[in-house]
């Protein structure tokens, strides 16, 4: 069953605990993208990685951090630095070469 | 810094009737993206623009690039209630080298009354 798993769906957690939001894809793609969505806006880059041990800062990265330890997986942290972090967390992939870039399911989170 | 505006943000059209999304973008770019969104889902790749002048068209949507003018439309053709969703574009530009990222505009909530 091939494509992008974000886990989990929804995530609760207390202000000023740090948390980790998975993102792991199985279609062998290079390039992996964070983002966020806020209501009622489109979504903005937090970190993107082309390849492995390799990321770039998006247009959003303050109170975020990422690793690119394998191909297939592309975690981001959320700090407690981060001053609003409730949103809704989307990963994606895209193979190099080509142009699409392909969304996993998100991932919810709230934080109190 | 890249600006990608949409209009209108907000949609409501009866089933039958056609419209058009516009989406201006501030910079040098040769490739446009629209997206679908359901509430509460993931985004859903419509078409890729990848020229100016492309157009692309599936079912009751068809997408078009103009690249001098820094312009896509995204026109819907005889609406249905199932086409009710979010519409994102989204512009990209380069990251350096082989990568580029994406700049999208706010969408716009497209709903279609019977």
């Known amino acids: 069953d091939g494509g992008i798993t974000q886990s989990p769906k929804y995530l609760f957690r207390k202000e000023g605990q740090n948390v980790t939001l998975s993102c792991e894809q199985n279609?062998?793609?290079?390039?992996m993208y964070w983002y966020r969505q806020d209501p009622g806006q489109g979504l903005r880059l937090i970190y993107y990685?082309?390849?492995?041990?390799?990321?770039q800062k998006g247009d959003i990265a303050e109170g975020y951090s990422v690793s690119r330890e394998k191909k297939e997986s592309f975690p981001l942290t959320v700090t407690s630095a981060q001053k609003n972090p409730t949103a809704f967390y989307l990963c994606?992939?895209?193979?190099?070469?080509?142009?699409?870039?392909?969304f996993g399911p998100g991932t919810r989170l709230t934080v109190t | 810094e890249l600006k990608v505006e949409q209009n209108p943000l907000f949609l409501s059209m009866q089933e039958g009737k056609n419209y058009t999304i516009y989406c201006n973008y501030s910079?040098?770019?040769?490739?446009l993206y629209w997206y679908r969104q359901d509430p509460g889902k993931s985004l859903e790749s419509l078409f890729v623009l990848l020229s100016n002048g492309a157009v692309k068209q599936e079912g009751r949507l068809m997408a078009s690039l103009d690249t001098k003018a820094r312009l896509s439309t995204l026109h819907i053709t005889a609406a249905v209630h199932d086409l009710s969703a979010t519409y994102f574009c989204?512009?990209?530009?380069?990251?350096?080298?082989?990568?580029?990222?994406?700049?999208f505009g706010k969408g716009t909530l497209l709903t279609v009354n019977p």
């Open positions: 910079t040098t770019s040769d490739r």
């Open positions: 994606a992939t895209r193979q190099t070469g080509t142009y699409e870039q392909y």
């Open positions: 989204a512009v990209a530009v380069s990251g350096g080298g082989s990568n580029y990222k994406l700049t």
């Open positions: 279609l062998n793609h290079d390039a």
């Open positions: 990685s082309q390849i492995v041990n390799d990321f």
